[in-house]
């Protein structure tokens, strides 16, 4: 099992940056890749960041030069640093890892509120 807890959302003003954590816990050794997903209201959950054990990153074209994902060495905490915030940035920010067929696991969100 895999437990995940978001942490660092809050309220910026626009042009602003803020930095999200995810604290991972169990067993981490068998995950493969994690990732950032986001939702606003009434609006579906949308991929915006995934960063796989090889290194590799992937960004949602949204949040492409302004998102940067990252974990560190011991692959226990994951980051989501971003900048140049915009007020379409705010959303319910989750963290969510991959595992092997299919299996996947979610951290409970952390709101990021982007001000105009």
């Known amino acids: 099992q895999v437990q995940l807890v978001e942490s660092g959302g809050g309220l910026v003003q626009a042009g602003g940056s803020m930095r999200l954590s995810c604290a991972a816990s169990g067993s981490i050794f068998a995950i493969n890749a994690m990732s950032w997903y986001r939702q606003a209201p009434g609006k579906r959950r949308e991929l915006v960041a995934t960063?796989?054990?090889?290194?590799?990153?992937n960004y949602t074209d949204s949040v492409k030069g302004r998102f940067t994902i990252s974990r560190d060495t011991a692959k226990t905490t994951l980051y989501l640093q971003m900048k140049s915030l915009k007020p379409e940035d705010t959303a319910v920010y989750y963290c969510?890892?991959?595992?092997?067929?299919?299996?996947?696991?979610w951290g409970q969100g952390t709101q990021v509120t982007v001000s105009t």
């Open positions: 969510a890892a991959e595992l092997p067929h299919g299996l996947g696991y």
């Open positions: 960063v796989a054990n090889s290194g590799t990153t």
